[in-house]
């Protein structure tokens, strides 16, 4: 749409007639899950969330991987903007219940340290 049209033309925001948002989590597991087992434990966490609707569904997937981590995101539903926070709120409780139910820890990046001497120039 050409900026023009904002100035000259009526312009109708219909994201606004709808007062369903989507909410996108990002979850981190450690390589060495299973993709299957994260999986169905966001879906779950997901259908077991008072605040989260059933239509459009629920999705996750694995987008990424990054210092031995997979990453995850959950897409989920709310009613309505005000539920937002309330409902990251129990997603998150429900994911670490989740992962805990199934002995899966949360990753760390790994952890890097560097020595110096005294002089401050590297040790050899």
């Given amino acids: 749409m050409p900026n023009k ?22 979850v981190p597991a450690p390589v060495d899950a299973d993709t299957e087992e994260v999986t169905k ?23 990424d991987l990054q210092q031995g981590i997979q990453i995850f995101e959950l ?23 989740g992962f805990r139910e199934h002995g899966i820890d949360m990753p760390f990046p790994p952890f890097q340290m560097r020595l110096e001497s005294i002089d401050g120039r590297p040790k050899q």
């Fill in 5 to 26: 049209a904002f100035i000259t033309e009526q312009f109708i925001n219909w994201s606004l007639s709808d007062s369903v948002t989507r909410v996108v989590l990002t």
């Fill in 41 to 63: 434990i966001l879906i779950a966490a997901a259908h077991r969330c008072s605040l989260v609707i059933d239509t459009p569904a629920p999705e996750a997937f694995l987008v």
């Fill in 75 to 97: 897409r989920i539903f709310a009613a309505e903007m005000g539920h937002r926070m309330p409902l990251r709120h129990e997603m998150h409780q429900l994911i670490l219940a």
